[in-house]
Structure formats: structure tokens, C-alpha cells
């Protein structure tokens, strides 16, 4: 008997537990898992982006780790277009989808679309980004709702990336992103989506953070940049902003101690965290919320809102 078309969708916070999660859920709905994570699509990367082992990989299929170049872009859309088709795959194998990862602007493709926006200039972005600098993130969403009254309907007030992004959209378009976005649609009915965020308490999520970046430099961390570094790729391309490049460059160089990198990593991760949760207060609102310690009651709990 054919199962019903069904898309789980698991989100949370970095270290948050969602590989070990996915895997248990992949096994109980016969489901294979789909990377939703911008850094893990990178073949030169597997320790700083935390990638699935291999030994977890070997568990059950996964799909769209690895499978790009640090030397070239990688956008939202290529990563929708792809997973769309790996999702349509499954259906015919009579599989549950199962995308995991912690890029909310993925899951956002995919549930409401992808927006198509003209290629902004970079003299325009420039200008933004220095502008916000200049005035902070408090005035500069101020400044934005006096050009886009609309944005105050779907922008947060304290999410900097998101507010630079609807104001050089209307500077650009003379279009609100708001508009845009209401004419974008997805390619999938909403009811086939089961949507659970990992919603771990702050303080427990900051050692989890920490006993990680513990266990990358175990895990050959340093000699990882040390190889990414020697391929020299444009510094404008993304790869260069995986937590941990700059700060184990800088150790590299002599700028700083092993401890204060390991310090400095740990920081930057929370602060990833941090805009992780901002960005689900703000977009996921329709999301089931679980956490548990234990995994095997957090699966029981991400079964039974699925079910």
C-alpha cells in the first residue's frame, strides 16, 4: 500500500541534536535524509560544518552533503532546485523525505517559495551595509520602516540580515519584499509539510557548543583551514564564512593562542545560535516546538506531532 506523501522538516539551532533525531525518525517513517544546512553542501568541508559520520551516514541514505565546491556560489535557489527533485526521488520510492538543517532561508524556499529578485548591485549593497554600520541595527530598522512601511509585517526588529536584505530590495526595486513574496508560492501543498524545531534551552545549547569545538580540533580542525586556505577561493565566496576559518587563520598566523581560537569559535557559534532562534521567532511560527534531553523521548515527542 502506497504511504502517505509526507515532507518532515527539522530544523533547530546548531548542536541542537537534529542528525541523531533524523536518523531515529528516517528508520521509524522509512524516510531518507536531506541536508538543509548552506555550509554542510561543501566537499572540502566535514569538521567545522559538523557533517553526519560516516558511521551515522551508513545508518540511512542522506542526500546533498558534500556535493558542491567551495570555489563556486551556491545559492537558495540551487539548493531548492535540487531538493525539490531529491523529494519527488523519494515520493516515487515510496520514501519519507526528512530535510535537516539549521539554514532557515532553505526551509523558507521551500515551504513559501523562492522569491525572485533582480540581482542587486554590489555599489547598493555597499551602501547598505555601511549605512547600517554606521547608524546600528535599532535605527537602521527605524529608517527601514519609514521606506518600507510594509517590511514592519514580516521583518524583526533585531534581525540585521533581514532588514539590510528588504531595504536594498525597495532601494534597488522600488518594490517592497512584502509584495513580492505574496505573489511567490511553493511548489507543494502546506498540509504534506511536518514542521518541529529543536527549541534547546540557551544554556544548555552553550555547552553543547563548547564540548563541540572541542571535539573539531580533535578531530583535525586546524589542518582542515590549513588545506581550504592553500585553494586561496575569492574571499567574497561563502565558504569563507564558515565559523572557524577566520578564527583558526588568525592562530595560523600567529595572531592568536589555540585557547583563545577555541574561545573565539565558541562566541561566534553561540552568536549563529542566537540569529537561529531569532529567525524562528520570526519565521516558524507555525513549527511544532520539542526538547528533550533524552533522545529517545525527544523522538517519541517528534513522532507523535508528525503522527
Known amino acids: 500500500m502506497e504511504q502517505k ?24 517513517f522509512n ?20 557533517k553526519p559520520s560516516l558511521k551515522e551516514e ?10 558542491h565546491s567551495v570555489k563556486k556560489k551556491f545559492s537558495t535557489g540551487h539548493w531548492l532546485e535540487i ?11 515510496n520514501k519519507t523525505p526528512i530535510i535537516v538543517g539549521g539554514t532557515g532561508l532553505y526551509f523558507k524556499a521551500l515551504t513559501d517559495g523562492l522569491v525572485k529578485i ?15 554600520k554606521e547608524i546600528g541595527q535599532k535605527n537602521f530598522y527605524n529608517k527601514l520602516i519609514k521606506v ?6 514580516f521583518v524583526v526588529s533585531t534581525d540585521a540580515q533581514r532588514s539590510m536584505r528588504v531595504y536594498e530590495v525597495k532601494k534597488f526595486t522600488n518594490k517592497s519584499l512584502f509584495d513580492l513574496i505574496q505573489k511567490t508560492k511553493s511548489n507543494f501543498n502546506n498540509q504534506v509539510f511536518k514542521k518541529l524545531f529543536i527549541n534547546t534551552p540557551r544554556e544548555l545549547l552553550h555547552g553543547k557548543i563548547e564540548e ?15 588545506k581550504f586556505l592553500k585553494l586561496k577561493i575569492y574571499r567574497e565566496l561563502s565558504a569563507n564564512k564558515i565559523i572557524g576559518v577566520k578564527e583558526i587563520a588568525g592562530y595560523l598566523k600567529g595572531k592568536t593562542t589555540i585557547t583563545e581560537t577555541k574561545k573565539l569559535i565558541t562566541l561566534k557559534t553561540r552568536q549563529y545560535a542566537k540569529r537561529q ?27 507523535n506531532k508528525i503522527s
Open 148 to 153: 518600507d512601511p510594509l517590511s514592519e509585517k
Open 212 to 226: 563541540r569545538v572541542e571535539a573539531m580540533f580533535k578531530d583535525g580542525a586546524i589542518k582542515e583551514v590549513e
Open 83 to 93: 531538493a525539490i527533485k531529491k523529494i519527488e526521488d523519494q515520493w516515487e520510492k
Open 277 to 303: 532562534f531569532t529567525w524562528a521567532r520570526g519565521h516558524m511560527k507555525s513549527w511544532e516546538m520539542i526538547y528533550s534531553t533524552n533522545v529517545n523521548d525527544l523522538f517519541k515527542k517528534a513522532v
Open 58 to 67: 551508513q545508518l540511512t541514505r542522506h542526500h546533498l552533503y558534500g556535493i
Open 5 to 28: 506523501k509526507n515532507i518532515i522538516l527539522l530544523a533547530g539551532p546548531t548542536a541542537s541534536g537534529k542528525s541523531k533525531l533524523a536518523i531515529k525518525l528516517a528508520e521509524y
Open 31 to 50: 524516510g531518507e535524509i536531506i541536508n538543509a544546512d548552506s555550509m554542510q553542501i561543501y566537499k572540502e568541508f566535514s569538521i567545522l560544518t559538523s
Open 118 to 132: 533582480p540581482e542587486i548591485p554590489i555599489i547598493i549593497k555597499n551602501q547598505t551595509r555601511k549605512l547600517h
